[in-house]
């Protein structure tokens, strides 16, 4: 580049130079085209004629992905001042009725069995319980401001597909003779064999599915603030998750929410992240859309 009187001259070996980048810029833009492409700063929630019912099922291939960058936890204890999981990769499809989320995130570890020192993973999803004006606060709302919840545990994952609910399915050198609910001489006698039963597993006898067998792998809360879970009577939702040596796919299912919002969180149990230990979203907002014409 040569400069005269204030006017700078782009020689031949410059303008070499820049159709060489500009080349490059264009090969690369051309490559970007075959990659799922993020949505921007809101999730579109295509509508479909049926939901899917897995995280792996070939039509979440239709929804535009949103790409969410996660924010540390760092506002209420026990905070997370560290960043574990950086980014959550999100789909969504619905059929007027129900929307389905397919998150997914790296992690290499699959943390499912609980015990001392041992945290499992989980995500959740969150929407404003009533639609307005304003959004209550991302974090799990506000007083007078609810929010709902839709929580996945790997755990429960486990557990839906079959972990027994005993000892052995989590340390498989212990040993049992027997539990006292099923000793031999109850056999026979139902009523003797519930009230043991009762007096051996009370968490179980006042209610408390927490633990235990079960057959979802999701719950639903309602919140006023941080610390203020309030289980919420299953309204249909359903959740699963899948993982694989690059980490987790989770489908999350529940009715199509009154407020187009939705704020994100996951749980890395090899992080120690629990309760509200986490990684999480602000506020993010839903578009429906239509399939483009055949």
């Given at each position: 580049m040569r400069c005269a009187r204030g006017v700078c001259m782009v020689g031949e070996r410059d303008r070499a130079r820049w159709l060489i980048f500009l080349a490059l810029g264009l090969a690369l833009a051309g490559g970007c085209r075959d990659r799922p492409q993020p949505s921007g700063s809101e999730i579109v929630m295509l509508k479909?004629?049926?939901?899917?019912?897995?995280?792996?099922?070939?039509?979440?291939?239709?929804?535009?992905?949103?790409?969410?960058?996660?924010?540390?936890?760092?506002?209420?204890?026990?905070?997370?001042?560290?960043?574990?999981?950086?980014?959550?990769?999100?789909?969504?499809?619905?059929?007027?009725?129900?929307?389905?989320?397919?998150?997914?995130?790296?992690?290499?570890?699959?943390?499912?069995?609980p015990g001392p020192g041992k945290f499992l993973d989980g995500c959740a999803l969150q929407v404003p319980a009533e639609a307005g004006a304003s959004l209550p606060a991302p974090q799990m709302g506000e007083p007078g401001r609810a929010v709902e919840i839709l929580f996945w545990s790997a755990g429960w994952q486990a557990m839906a597909e079959g972990r027994a609910d005993r000892l052995q399915a989590l340390y498989p050198n212990a040993w049992v003779d027997h539990y006292p609910y099923e000793a031999p001489a109850l056999r026979g006698n139902p009523s003797s064999q519930r009230e043991m039963e009762n007096l051996y597993l009370p968490a179980r006898a006042l209610g408390n599915h927490r633990a235990g067998p079960r057959s979802s792998a999701v719950e639903e809360y309602l919140a006023q603030g941080p610390g203020t879970l309030t289980p919420r009577k299953n309204s249909g939702s359903h959740g699963m998750g899948k993982h694989n040596p690059e980490g987790w796919s989770v489908l999350l299912t529940r009715s199509l929410p009154r407020s187009r919002y939705v704020a994100l969180a996951v749980w890395d149990g090899a992080e120690g992240e629990a309760g509200g230990r986490k990684m999480r979203t602000s506020w993010i907002a839903l578009r429906e859309t239509q399939p483009p014409p055949r």
């Open positions: 479909v004629e049926q939901l899917p019912a897995s995280p792996e099922d070939p039509a979440w291939q239709k929804a535009p992905e949103h790409v969410a960058r996660l924010l540390l936890q760092d506002i209420v204890e026990p905070r997370q001042l560290k960043v574990t999981t950086a980014e959550l990769r999100v789909r969504a499809l619905q059929d007027g009725k129900k929307v389905a989320f397919r998150l997914q995130w790296k992690d290499p570890t699959k943390d499912e069995l």
